[in-house]
Nanobody
Framework: QVRLVESGGGSVQAGGSLRLSCAVS????????TGWFRQAPGKEREFVAA????????EYADSVKGRFTISRNNVANTVTLQMNSLKREDTAVYYC???????????????WGQGTQVTVST
């Protein structure tokens, strides 16, 4: 089992920044792919960013490229999503997920956190 706990959500004005953190514990060796997804009201859960713990690779959705950065701390077992230049359309519940590989597709992730709300106002 793998446990994921998100923190760092909140409310911010458009153009501002937020940092989300995901604490990963348990059998992390079986889930080297860690990703962030988000779900806005009435919409499907969508890919935001992901990285692999076993290779130097990060992937981003086109909508967040150049604004969001995903990174990891191997000692603390955390994955961070730094979000800059936030837009109103970034408003959503953000979820951290872990799976056997880095993937753009939520179906490939086996474990999920409880989610953290991000609200961007104009």
């Amino acid at each position: 089992q793998v446990r994921l706990v998100e923190s760092g959500g909140g409310s911010v004005q458009a153009g501002g920044s937020l940092r989300l953190s995901c604490a990963v514990s348990g059998r992390t060796s079986a889930t080297p792919g860690t990703g962030w997804f988000r779900q806005a009201p009435g919409k499907e859960r969508e890919f935001v960013a992901a990285l692999s713990w076993t290779e130097n690779r990060q992937e981003y959705a086109d909508s967040v490229k150049g604004r969001f950065t995903i990174s990891r701390n191997n000692v603390a077992n955390t994955v961070t999503l730094q979000m800059n230049s936030l837009k109103r359309e970034d408003t959503a519940v953000y979820y951290c997920a872990a799976g056997p590989t880095l993937s753009f597709f939520k179906e490939f992730y086996d474990f999920w956190g409880q989610g953290t709300q991000v609200t961007v106002s104009t």
